[in-house]
């Protein structure tokens, strides 16, 4: 199902620190089908065991979209396939999110033109997303006769329960401004030169910081958002701080800013 010819989703990792990922169908406006999210979904679980050496990750579409979602292709195909292959189908979307999500590594969503459906998931999945002024957004599902079933956990977190019921029940699009609005994207610039200036200030302050920190702190982010406060939070807080404090991280930083230097994590 690959698109002859063309590798469907670049990595590159050439720049001290940094992995570049770029969905590749520009002509199809980088929608997914099912050679994209396993290529990507590979390259996720190549730069989980990367982490000594990538510490950022830039997530960016060629071309004049981020992703329309779902290739209509794949789509039509999947209308018969059986309740058994639908499922397996989906799963390996939702394992793609998964590995995306859960990435030692800081991971920064960039978003031009349209970002529809799926492509919101990936924005979602992604620790922190940039925008142009005049991206667009929609979760456009129900249109189609389905749901976003897969990306669901992923946008609810980022917007609520509460913004999820009016995009994900009317399919309406909505601008760069209203996605910043409810928390689909943190930071809204000009145009794509301002991008590429606002991710690289992004990395340059994710190499300030610890990078085993930062994974301990998306594992912690993970373990508390939604958990009511009682004593096994407590414990489980209290535990993960004691084991940061004894870390090497953490004596290096104490140690750099008692000498006044930088520590070694630090470019």
């Known amino acids: 199902m690959a698109d002859e010819g063309e590798e469907l989703v670049l990595l590159n990792t050439t720049r001290d620190?940094?992995?570049v990922i770029t969905?590749?169908?520009?002509?199809?406006h980088n929608a997914f089908n099912p050679d994209v999210i396993e290529r990507l979904s590979a390259i996720c679980e190549d730069l989980r065991h990367d982490a000594d050496r990538i510490r950022a990750v830039l997530i960016e579409g060629a071309g004049p979209s981020f992703s329309a979602g779902a290739d209509l292709a794949w789509m039509r195909?999947?209308?018969?396939?059986?309740?058994?292959?639908?499922?397996?189908?989906?799963?390996?979307?939702?394992?793609?999110?998964?590995?995306?999500?859960?990435l030692p590594q800081v991971t920064i969503a960039l978003v031009h033109g349209a970002a529809m459906?799926?492509?919101?998931?990936?924005?979602?999945?992604?620790?922190?997303?940039?925008?142009t002024r005049t991206a667009s957004f929609a979760l456009s599902e129900v249109r189609l006769g389905i749901i976003p079933a897969v990306i669901s956990p992923y946008v609810i977190g980022a917007i609520g329960q509460r913004a999820a019921h009016r995009y994900f029940l009317t399919a309406e699009r909505f601008?760069?401004?209203?996605?910043?609005?409810i928390g689909l994207v943190h930071i809204v610039v000009?145009?794509?030169?301002?991008?590429?200036?606002?991710?690289?200030?992004?990395v340059q302050q994710i190499f300030t910081c610890a990078p085993g920190a930062v994974a301990a702190a998306k594992q912690l982010i993970a373990a508390?958002?939604?958990r009511p406060v009682d004593s096994h939070l407590i414990a489980d807080t209290a535990r993960r701080i004691a084991e940061r404090r004894a870390s090497d991280e953490a004596k290096e930083g104490l140690a750099a800013f008692l000498e006044k230097r930088k520590p070694k994590w630090a470019s």
């Open 117 to 131: 459906a799926g492509g919101c998931g990936i924005v979602a999945a992604c620790d922190i997303a940039v925008a």
């Open 224 to 226: 508390v958002a939604g």
């Open 175 to 181: 601008d760069a401004a209203q996605a910043h609005a």
């Open 23 to 28: 969905l590749n169908r520009p002509r199809v």
């Open 77 to 102: 195909a999947a209308s018969d396939y059986t309740t058994h292959d639908n499922r397996e189908d989906a799963g390996g979307m939702a394992e793609m999110l998964r590995r995306l999500s859960t």
């Open 17 to 19: 620190g940094v992995a």
């Open 190 to 202: 000009e145009d794509q030169p301002a991008l590429a200036q606002e991710s690289e200030r992004l």
